[in-house]
Each structure stands twice: as structure tokens, then as C-alpha cells.
């Protein structure tokens, strides 16, 4: 009976320690105004279908968060998919679910995007909020090659609205592409 309860108690604690890192992962991302906010399985294929893609595009996800869109890309299209993560715990299940699928096709970085080399990617993927989007736009302008394509969901990009090629009325939020 005492080693019932004992285990009860580590389970418990377990669960603990689990809800702890979740809310302080969640917090990590939250504080840096890129809170993990999927975008809906359904509406991949229909944002996706606009893209073209060929064997030598690489497709970069922006704050990947489970990592659903690389997978997604890397298993559709058979081109090479990263995400970027800063959130550990996500990072982290990204790393697992990949060791699990085996798949080759598929990276993942837990970097803050600010920091990263984006001359590798043909196609960049965002669902961040316009703040942040706005940050990145520098970045994009100085370090992407021409004919990038940046696909935002949820949100327009003001100062790349020259460069908009398409926009996706979906709902519950529309989607916007950009070509540079």
C-alpha cells in the first residue's frame, strides 16, 4: 500500500514538473510576442497549392512551433523543410517527433529568427503578429535573394504590399504572398 502511494506521488509530481515546463515554455514565447498558435491542418493545402515548389526550394517556417508545417512540406513536396523554434519544449518535441518519423527531409533550430540566415530559403512562412513581422522586414530586404517567396498568414506585411503577388481570403484568417 505505501509503494501505491508513493507512486502516486511521482506521478503526480511528474505532472507537475510537466504543467510547469509547458506554462514556462509557453511564457518564454508569449514574452517575446510570438505566442504558439497553429495554423489549422486544414488550411494547408489550400495555402500551399499556390506555391510551386521544385526540388531546389527550401522551405523555412518562422516560429514553427510543433513543427506541422515542415513535416507537411518536407512529406508533400520532397524538398527540404526547417522550422525555427525558440520555445525549448516545442524544440524539443519537434526533435522527438522527427527522430520518430525518421524523416530526412526535415531540420529544426531553436534560434531566435532575429539571429538566423535566411539566404538559404526560397520560400519563408510567418504566422507572427505584424509587430514582429515588421521587425523581420529588414532582415528580409537585406539577406533574401530575389525571387524569395514570404507567405504570411494572419497577418499583411504594409511595407512588402508592392511586392504582393496573391492574397488567400481564408478564414479564419486570410493569407498573404510576397515576392521579392
Known amino acids: 500500500m505505501v509503494l501505491v502511494v508513493i507512486a502516486i506521488q511521482i506521478i503526480?509530481?511528474?505532472?507537475?514538473?510537466?504543467?510547469?515546463?509547458?506554462?514556462?515554455?509557453?511564457?518564454?514565447?508569449?514574452?517575446?510576442?510570438?505566442p504558439?498558435?497553429?495554423?489549422?491542418?486544414?488550411?494547408?493545402?489550400?495555402?500551399?497549392?499556390?506555391?510551386?515548389?521544385?526540388?531546389k526550394d527550401v522551405f523555412y517556417d518562422l516560429g514553427s512551433g510543433d513543427g506541422?508545417?515542415?513535416?507537411?512540406?518536407?512529406k508533400k513536396y520532397n524538398i527540404k523543410?526547417?522550422?525555427?523554434?525558440?520555445?525549448?519544449?516545442?524544440?524539443?518535441?519537434?526533435?522527438?517527433k522527427k527522430w520518430l518519423t525518421k524523416s530526412e527531409k526535415v531540420q529544426f533550430y531553436r534560434r531566435n529568427f532575429f539571429n538566423l540566415?535566411?539566404?538559404?530559403?526560397?520560400?519563408?512562412?510567418?504566422?507572427?503578429?505584424p509587430e514582429v513581422v515588421e521587425k523581420l522586414y529588414p532582415k528580409f530586404?537585406?539577406?533574401?535573394?530575389?525571387g524569395t517567396v514570404i507567405i504570411s498568414h494572419g497577418?499583411?506585411?504594409k511595407k512588402?504590399?508592392?511586392?504582393?503577388?496573391?492574397?488567400?481570403p481564408n478564414k479564419p484568417f486570410a493569407t498573404y504572398f510576397y515576392r521579392l
Open 12 to 34: 503526480l509530481l511528474l505532472i507537475l514538473i510537466a504543467c510547469w515546463l509547458y506554462f514556462a515554455s509557453m511564457l518564454i514565447s508569449d514574452l517575446f510576442g510570438v
Open 117 to 129: 540566415d535566411l539566404k538559404p530559403a526560397t520560400v519563408i512562412y510567418l504566422f507572427l503578429f
Open 160 to 168: 512588402l504590399e508592392s511586392k504582393k503577388v496573391a492574397e488567400l
Open 68 to 74: 506541422r508545417l515542415p513535416f507537411y512540406i518536407a
Open 155 to 157: 497577418f499583411k506585411i
Open 36 to 55: 504558439f498558435v497553429p495554423t489549422r491542418n486544414k488550411s494547408l493545402d489550400q495555402i500551399f497549392d499556390f506555391i510551386e515548389f521544385n526540388q
Open 81 to 96: 523543410a526547417v522550422g525555427v523554434e525558440l520555445n525549448p519544449l516545442l524544440h524539443v518535441f519537434c526533435l522527438f
Open 141 to 146: 530586404m537585406k539577406h533574401c535573394p530575389r
